[in-house]
């Protein structure tokens, strides 16, 4: 069994180099996964000098670990930015998501991607009576925007379930391989793209932005923060607006590759999608998910599998952001400083049309979704006791409780006054720090994927102390 996504395995990714010298650019991206390829494809033909860095490798981040769904049947999104907004914001989200769809379409079949985008049936269901209002709730909002929906009572694969609905017009494609095919696009147009290059401050002087990494500056006019959780934003507090929810995903080898994708309304949730490769069929199962700061203990979760009793060869876990009223945050929150983020588990799609938004609004042009995603609206009030609740209880457990009962092969020693974790895979020993650099959160050892995970806003570390995700800007290598 492999602890890392699928989609890393049988992709040739193309290297880029480290920023090796001071530039100058009109639009700075910030961040190598799917959203910052994005915009740097929207703005490739704006008569802009562009230029992305990307802390690690492209795509190496979040975008890895998803699911790969381009679709808008989105559990119970609608009924749900019906209740936090209003029905005509829920309309104008429901239309952005038939756009990302047309926009990434557009993308693969101009530039002539391979990355297995396939025509799929989505599917939303539950095993759970209780559920079944709710979900022909949603039903009867997609209906009033025009949507033809179906009704089911099983799963094209056999599964059982009381109730269910089906749209059409919906995908899937693997993701990695998708932005290796636009990455490529951008190299061969002279989009310069530059790995193993964090940027660890941001400074706004005469106009133009100073970003600096570890021995380098880049002047830029305007800077896009592609970043899963934006770590350059203290005011737009970021830790205030949003909670963080963990998800856990498998793949097994199937039979055959069925042509549907489909999520549950039941907790534990369940989301299912099917991928062929040049050898073999697979199953994506995502089973399950929790709020970051709440149940750490990663090997329980990933246990749940089990049940199952499927021969899992892959493994893994994906941290989501989630907005107060389910829409993502997606605009300029200074004057030419831009953030995307926050899109409530569906990225895919987000991620597409937050490209064409900040496009726009770069370019100073209109755009009907710009007001929809203005990360500068209001918090919705109903979501603070979880977000408050989330992020306090992170923090004071994460402190109180630094040595978990449920470690197996880990300890935490205190060394010169400063707690440290110590892992040993049997030929090495690591010792690391595990107060993340970002807020000063404990960290927590993830069993299975051998990972130091942050428990507040969702940063990550390998064995060795290296940073994996932020917003953690720094490694927490022991000295």
Known sequence: MKDYSIWNDGVNFLKCDKLDKNINVDVLVIGGGITGVSCCYQLMNTN??????????????????TTGKLTFLQDGIYSSIKNSSNIDNAKLYYEAQKDAIKIVK???????????????????????????????????????????????????????????IKVEDTYCFHPLKYLEGVKKVLLDGGIKIYEDTRIYSINNFNNYYICKSDKYSIHAKEVV???????????????????????YVSAFIEKDSLKFNAISL???VKSIRYYKDKKDCYKIFLYGSRNLA?????????????????????????????????????????????????????????????????RDLIGKKENKYINLFNPKRGVNILSLPLVFGSNAKSYIESMINSNKSFYESVRIENIDGKKVGIYNDGKKEYKVFIKCPHMGCNLVFNEVEKTWDCPCHGSRFSVSGKVINGPSNFDITYK
């Not at 991607?113 to 079944?132: G, H, P, V």
């Open 266 to 268: 039941d907790k534990p």
């Open 48 to 65: 802009k000098k562009i230029a992305l860095v990307e802390a690690n490798k492209i795509g190496s981040g979040i975008t890895s670990k």
């Open 225 to 247: 923060l592609a970043l899963h959780y934006p770590y350059f934003t203290v005011p737009f507090f970021m830790p205030f607006k949003v909670h963080l929810k963990k998800s």
């Open 106 to 164: 557009d993308i693969v079949k101009k530039e002539k991607i391979d990355c297995n985008l396939e025509k799929n049936s989505s599917y939303l269901f539950c095993c759970d009576d209780s559920k079944i209002k709710s979900i022909k709730n949603e039903k009867k909002i997609l209906e009033g925007f025009g949507c033809e929906v179906g009704e089911i009572d099983k799963l094209p694969d056999g599964g059982k379930c009381c109730y269910g």
């Open 294 to 358: 709440m149940d750490v203990n990663d090997k329980k979760h990933f246990d749940k599998f089990k049940e199952f009793n499927y021969n899992y060869k892959y493994l893994w876990s994906n941290i989501d952001i989630i907005t107060g009223d389910y829409i993502p945050y997606v605009g300029e929150i200074m004057k030419g400083l831009y953030i995307a983020t926050g899109y409530n588990t569906w990225g895919m799609t987000n991620s597409a049309i937050a490209s064409v938004v900040i």
